[in-house]
């Protein structure tokens, strides 16, 4: 049978259409209808009088998946194990991971928050084991609540094995901003992908203002990475990761000044991550060059049509060899 | 009559060479080498006459063949069973031809006068005595020296056969010591006059012991104006070597980095050297093994001179260098007649007698033993240089039978 | 709070004192009554925000200077000249100061438009640096963008078309020194002040001068007036310094000088090198095991795994200041910046001063410490650690413990071989082998050749060993080696001693029997100020 690529929200309805569902559905409806209709009472939730005020129900997971368990003793150590034991040999295995840059951090001591570019799924494996040592140990990720905290199998699996917590994508929510500002009072460093989500094509989105947001309320700074590779690894819409090469490139800690504003801050740690991609292609006097005269690449590529980007993305050297194509 | 003799013995000599590999002089206790009664060699003809060692000197020569080392190119021009001892000063106890009774030094070669041959053949003619072509030939035995042939018996004995074409009056003020030296320096005072030493040239010699000790008094003496490189191993020998007159003194392993230094030359190698590529211009080679014939041509420049005083035999060396360098391989056997840079002809002999007396060559025999104590003796001399001797002698002067007539 | 350093009378209830003993140590007991320690300071607070400190100091420039970004124009050319190798000691952990330093200077020059960058190791007569070692040094970052360029480079003293003669000083002290930093219209110098006779002028006037630049203040009557070569204010080495610097400043070399000072962290304050900048008697159960475990060990390896062991630690020291502009305005405060962690207050000399030679100096990093270098760092380094008069009197006696093996590096001191080999066999005079033999090495065309192309010390390099021994061999009455190989402590013309007590008896010989003694405990390092 062919395989049909389907996204999550065709799965569920694909689930719902199967035909053992039907069945299931008839047999029951057959062999008693009264039983049916009192079990069918009983299950469905009841209908509120008008006059009556419900307190509105609390979901106890997507958003409000509360992840304080995840950071006791035991999940620490529960969440350092498989990080040494599975993580990091099939990040090793397949990303083979080279990171620069680490010595620009030497001089930091307490929580800070990285920032990275987003790429693929693969780029949190791979930063929970490319994080040096002390951040490693407590570090925390924003994730995407309606994709990592859908339901209660999920969401657990991800505050402990990445230690995320959830945050929403849409709206600014209270209640990730209040736990992500006490992590970090707390000495929690947290992770952070400032473009939302991943690239579709490679090139990046518009940094998003959380991170630079986090930072000025926390009083932490900021370390921008940037993250090179990892699309070879697992490109979005690829089920499988496959064998490649990732980089990871830590920049310099940066702090918010007086002047800064959330929007502001975040553009210059998006110029951040870019003068260190530029240093990556380049080198790192080049890209200083550049910097000071105003002409660092974007990072968000040229503002055209769909196949220029890729073609600039996939430079002359990958022509010719594996296409890096958007996924379709 | 009391002699050390050498007799042909397979097994002995398979014994002496492996005893020899453990100890070096091992060869004495097992070798063919035996302390023996045996009869004073007969006159064998006119001309010839009897003579008492009364020192006899342990040369290289002599140790490589009582270990059973020496190269099988001799048994032809030697005879067995044979008493060595080349390096020899004698009693005369009766006038012959002008020389009167009294001390003499012996002239080993057994050229062609000694064997009664008539003409003589042109190297003897030249007098080049070394090189005679008749020294299996004639009315003795084969035998290049006294002390290789079966008629004339060897210094390491109580009494031997000479003739007279090959004593040499020692002067009356001489110790017994000095005159010992007199072959030896003969030798050193040839291979430096054959190596024809230009001046200022840098000329290294190999080798501490008796020989490189006198080859540098020799050049020193003898040679045109030049600087002497010595290398020694040991403390005695270095201080002795600059005592006669070498230039600076070395380690064998500091070697290749001194030439390199004193010739300005450049190296292969990065800090290391593999390889010189320039060098002294001469190398005298007193030591003859392989391993100082490889340091040889390792350390002289391109069209060079290696000239090998000390006795090889059979080494296996890489001779790629000799032919892209164009070096000049030489040997140097014994004594005849020189020509001097300035030009002068004079007997080897002679020569040898006036450096020996101007160098005081006689300190040189630091020990003496009774034929008794012959392997100790040897020991002595295969080890001399380590236990801060040079040469070593049996002095047969008070051995008992002596005197017996 | 870092305790500063002192002086300990020992008496009978002093524990054995720690003596560095090459890629060793030995423990020893100083005679009660008659002995006393100097202990250096602890390592002093380093900079919180180094980073921060540096840029600014770039641009709050100290004496008669511009700030940096005042000094830096599109379209200038700009030469960044950085310490060598022998600096700091040992190596430091990544990222080292010169790398932060120079990232800073390059920062404000790539935002000031400057396009004509060169960086210059400068490594006077020392041997080039290696790829790794650069990279060590500058980081990767910066490596990376100039070397595959050809604009990180090696200083060479040999190039007769890389090489610029300036002028002459009013003592006849020619100076020339690298033709592309003369040229520039601003040499950038970063230094690493390890001790207080490294920076000023003698960053530019030495580390980027010729063979025939240097030979003027590299020879033994500089250095037997240079009392001692540490205090630059008693050395006459620093006075050719200064006035070469004076040459360079009238003919309009432009230096802008950074300077920098760590703090003496060499073993950390953990793990278990720790023990060896601890005092004896507040050394914990751990520390006692862990001596006696690293003693127990280190006698078991091969010395080539020793070596190994130690060549490969990287020190934590740390900054402790940085100072920017003028050349001597700004070494002024260096200087008094290195005083703070390595002054120590030491009353009246002694006729025995031991010391303990650690496994390093500053010429054989990644290499081997030689005879030649022994005697250097004992004779040489340690012994000038003082200011006002050596701890030891006229005549007296040094005492150094140091295994003293016959053993060169070949390919990074061809030329001590030789001079070990065929130099120190004919006399240990400084005088007579500076006058017979200097020359010859200077312009032996294979040492050239590999200080040029190898990796090797200028063939001059190991009779500037034996110069810098000069004020002390003039000054003491005998010296011993504890400890050493025989063979190699005769041919340095010192005397061999199998133990502490063999050698404190052959000193009673020149210096009799009450003598008083007293211990260098360094390092970490410490500079004696006797009164
Ligand atoms: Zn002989
Ligand atoms: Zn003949």
């Known amino acids: 049978m062919a395989r049909i690529p389907l996204n999550r929200s065709q799965t569920t309805a694909v689930v719902k259409r199967l035909p053992i569902n039907r069945m299931v559905a008839n047999t029951v409806g057959r062999s008693s209808a009264s039983v049916s209709r009192i079990a069918r009472a009983l299950l469905t939730e009841p209908t509120v009088p008008a006059g009556v005020h419900k307190e509105a129900k609390v979901s106890k997971v997507g958003a409000n998946y509360d992840t304080d368990w995840a950071r006791t003793y035991p999940a620490r150590f529960a969440r350092l194990i498989i990080r040494t034991t599975i993580m990091k040999p099939i990040v090793d295995a397949l990303a083979s991971p080279s990171l620069e840059g680490v010595d620009r951090l030497i001089d930091l001591d307490g929580p800070v928050i990285f920032a990275a570019n987003h790429r693929s799924h693969a780029d949190t494996p791979l930063m929970m084991t490319a994080v040096p040592e002390p951040w490693r140990d407590r570090l925390f990720i924003g994730a995407a609540a309606d994709y990592w905290f859908t339901n209660r199998v999920l969401s657990p699996f991800s505050a402990l094995v990445i230690g995320a917590i959830p945050v929403e994508r849409k709206k600014v929510s209270r209640t990730a901003i209040d736990t992500s500002l006490e992590l970090l009072a707390d000495g929690w460093s947290m992770l952070i992908f400032p473009e939302g989500a991943r690239s579709p094509d ?70 951040a991550v870019a003068l260190l991609a530029d240093e990556h292609s380049s080198d790192w006097w080049q890209a200083r060059r550049r910097a000071a005269e105003g002409v660092t690449p974007s990072l968000q590529g040229p503002p055209a049509d769909s196949w220029r980007r890729a073609w600039a993305r996939s430079g002359p050297e990958r022509r010719g060899g594996r296409r890096s194509w958007p996924a379709v | 009559m009391k002699a050390l003799r050498f007799e042909r013995s397979i097994g002995r000599f398979a014994a002496a060479n492996i005893a020899s590999r453990l100890a070096p002089g091992g060869g004495a206790k097992v070798g063919p080498l035996r302390l023996r009664d045996i009869d004073a060699p007969a006159l064998p003809g006119e001309g010839w006459v009897e003579v008492l060692p009364r020192l006899a ?98 210094g390491w004995s109580t009494r031997m056969v000479a003739h007279s074409s090959q004593l ?19 030798c050193a005072v040839h291979g430096v006059l054959a190596a024809d030493v230009a001046e200022g040239d840098l000329v290294v010699v190999l080798g501490s012991g008796a020989l490189g000790l006198l080859t540098i008094a020799a050049l020193r003496r003898f040679g045109r104006p030049c600087t002497i490189m010595a290398v020694a191993k040991h403390p005695t020998q270095h201080q002795l070597a600059l005592a006669l007159g070498a230039d600076s003194v070395v380690l064998p392993h500091e070697l290749t980095r001194a030439v390199r230094r004193a010739t300005n030359s450049l190296a292969l190698g990065d800090g290391d050297i593999i390889r010189l590529t320039g060098g002294a211009d001469h190398v005298i080679d007193c030591v003859g093994s392989e391993a100082s014939l490889t340091e040889a041509l390792s350390v002289v420049r391109p069209r060079g001179r290696v000239t090998m005083v000390g006795m090889p035999g059979q080494v296996h060396v890489d001779l790629t260098g000799l032919w892209q360098r164009e070096i000049t391989l030489a040997g140097a056997y014994a004594y005849g007649t020189e020509t001097l840079p300035s030009g002068e002809r004079r007997r080897t002999f002679d020569l040898a007698f006036e450096l020996v007396a101007a160098a005081e060559l006689g300190r040189l025999v630091t020990a003496t033993y009774p034929l008794s104590q012959y392997e100790a003796a040897i020991t002595h001399a295969a080890t001399a240089g380590a236990r801060g001797a040079v040469r070593i002698a049996f002095d047969l002067r008070n051995e008992k039978e002596r005197d017996r007539a | 709070m870092p305790r500063p350093g002192f002086v300990l009378d020992v008496d009978r209830s002093t524990p054995p004192i720690l003596f560095h003993h090459g890629e060793g140590f030995r423990l020893e007991r100083l005679p009660a009554g008659r002995s006393r320690v100097i202990y250096p300071a602890e390592p002093i607070e380093p900079l919180k925000n180094p980073d921060a400190a540096i840029r600014h100091a770039l641009v709050n420039p100290i004496g008669d200077s511009e700030p940096l970004t005042a000094l830096l124009k599109p379209g200038m050319k700009l030469t960044i000249a950085f310490d060598d190798i022998s600096l700091p000691l040992p190596p430091m952990k990544r990222p080292d100061i010169r790398q932060r330093v120079i990232e800073a200077v390059l920062e404000l020059a790539a935002a000031a438009g400057v396009d004509d960058v060169m960086l210059i190791a400068a490594l006077a007569l020392h041997r080039r640096m290696t790829e790794a070692e650069l990279r060590h040094a500058v980081g990767d970052r910066v490596y990376d963008a100039f070397a595959p360029h050809g604009l990180l480079l090696n200083h060479d003293a040999e ?62 009557r500089t250095m037997q007036h240079s009392r001692s070569f540490m205090d630059r204010h008693a050395s006459e080495l620093h006075s050719a310094n200064w006035r070469m610097g004076k040459v ?47 003693k127990t060990a280190l006698d078991l390896m091969p010395q080539r795994t020793r070596r190994q062991i130690f060549q490969n630690w990287q020190a934590p020291h740390a900054m402790t200041s940085v100072q920017a502009g003028e050349v001597e305005a700004v070494h002024e405060l260096t200087t008094a910046n ?16 031991t010391m303990g030679l650690p496994y390093i100096s500053p010429y054989n990093v990644n290499s081997i410490l030689n005879p030649i270098l022994v005697a250097c760092l004992g004779l040489g380094y340690f012994f000038n650690l003082y200011r006002g008069k050596p701890p030891v009197r006229e005549g007296g006696v040094l005492i150094m413990s140091h295994p003293t ?127």
Not at chain 2, 168 to 186: F, I, K, N, S
């Open chain 1, 202 to 271: 490679g090139w990046a989105r518009e940094f998003t203002s959380g991170a630079a947001f986090l930072s000025i309320k926390a009083g932490v700074p900021v370390v921008p990475v940037y993250l090179l590779g990892t699309d070879e690894v697992w490109s979005k819409g690829n089920r499988l990761p496959r064998r490649a090469q990732a980089t990871v490139v830590f920049g310099s800690p940066i702090m918010p000044t007086a002047d800064d504003d959330n929007r502001s801050f975040a553009l210059r740690i998006q110029n």
């Open chain 2, 57 to 154: 000197g342990i040369c290289g020569s002599d140790l490589a063949t009582i270990d059973a080392r020496s190269s099988r190119y001799f048994e032809p021009i030697v005879s067995f069973p044979f008493v060595p001892g080349h390096e020899v000063v004698a009693d005369l106890p009766a006038p012959i031809g002008h020389l009167a009774a009294g001390r003499v030094v012996i002239e080993p070669v057994l050229g062609c006068v000694t064997r009664g041959i008539d003409p003589v053949c042109d190297a003897c003619a030249r007098g080049d005595l070394g090189n005679c072509e008749r020294i299996a030939f004639g009315s003795i035995e084969p035998g290049l020296q006294s002390g290789f042939c079966c008629d004339t018996g060897g």
């Open chain 2, 168 to 186: 040499h009056a020692v002067p009356e003020d001489w110790t017994d010591e000095a005159a010992v030296m007199v072959e030896p320096t003969a």
């Open chain 3, 159 to 220: 190039d007769p078309d890389n090489l610029l003669f300036i002028g002459t000083t009013e003592k006849g002290e020619e100076v020339e020194i690298n033709k592309r930093a003369a040229e520039s219209d601003l040499i950038i110098y970063v230094n690493i002040n390890l001790v207080s006779m490294d920076g000023g002028w003698k960053s530019t006037a030495t580390g980027l001068a010729s063979y025939r630049s240097l030979r003027h203040h590299h020879n033994v």
């Open chain 3, 248 to 294: 360079l400043k009238d003919s309009g070399v432009k230096v802008f000088q950074i300077e920098t000072t760590m703090n003496n962290n060499v073993f950390g304050t953990e793990g278990p090198m720790s023990v060896l900048q601890k005092r004896e008697w507040e050394w914990s159960l751990t520390d006692r095991i862990s001596m006696a475990g690293m």
């Open chain 3, 338 to 353: 290195v005083y703070k962690q390595h002054l120590v207050p030491v009353e009246g000399q002694t006729d025995i001063m």
């Open chain 3, 405 to 531: 093996p016959w053993e060169f590096h070949p390919v990074h001191h061809p030329s001590y071989i030789d001079f070990f080999e065929q130099v120190l066999s004919e006399t240990t005079d400084p005088i007579r082998i500076e006058a017979e033999f200097e020359k010859s090495f200077a312009e032996d065309e294979w040492y050239r050749h590999l200080y040029r192309t190898s990796h090797a010390y200028h063939g001059v390099h190991p009779f500037y060993m034996w110069y810098w021994c000069s004020h002390a061999l003039q000054h003491l009455g005998q010296v011993i080696i504890v400890g050493g190989d025989v063979r190699a402590v005769r041919r340095l013309g010192f005397k061999p001693a199998s133990t502490l007590q063999d050698a404190l008896e052959m000193a009673s010989d020149v210096v009799g029997r009450d003598a008083t003694i007293t211990h260098i405990h360094n390092p970490p390092i410490l500079m004696a100020d006797v009164h």
